[in-house]
């Protein structure tokens, strides 16, 4: 599997952005989903995640009710919509897929894209 991240950029503090995630390899409607950042002189961050049943979903604390993940199972793609953007979530943002289903994203059966940009201006 792999994954394509796209649609970073810079936007001005409370814009919005939507990043794609385009796997392409094998069908992923049945992995989980998730959306990871990594900032300047910080630890990579788990933003969001959700099982592929959609059972089961992760929010950090800092985006909940501004960040949303969805998936289009047509065309094999999830995404990160992002209202409200903060200068703090300013960094470079990771999709990742799980093929266990579960958002664990670990492991051999984890697969990441290679990352995008976000910039936010104050």
Not at 14 to 31: D, F, I, K, P, Q
Request: hydrophobic residues 35%; glycine residues 14%.
């Amino acid at each position: 599997v792999q994954l394509q991240a796209s649609g970073g950029g810079l936007v001005q503090a409370g814009g919005s952005l939507r990043l794609s995630c385009a796997a392409s390899g094998r069908n992923v409607s049945t992995y989980a989903m998730g959306w990871f950042r990594l900032a300047p002189g910080k630890e990579r961050k788990f933003l969001i995640g959700v099982s592929w049943s959609g059972g089961s979903t992760y929010y950090e604390d800092s985006v909940k009710g501004r960040f949303t993940i969805f998936r289009d199972n047509a065309k094999n793609t999830f995404y990160l919509q992002m209202n409200s953007l903060k200068p703090e979530d300013t960094a470079v943002y990771y999709c990742a897929a799980d093929s266990r289903g579960s958002a664990s994203f670990r492991g051999p059966r984890s697969y990441w894209g290679q990352g995008t940009q976000v910039t936010v201006s104050s």
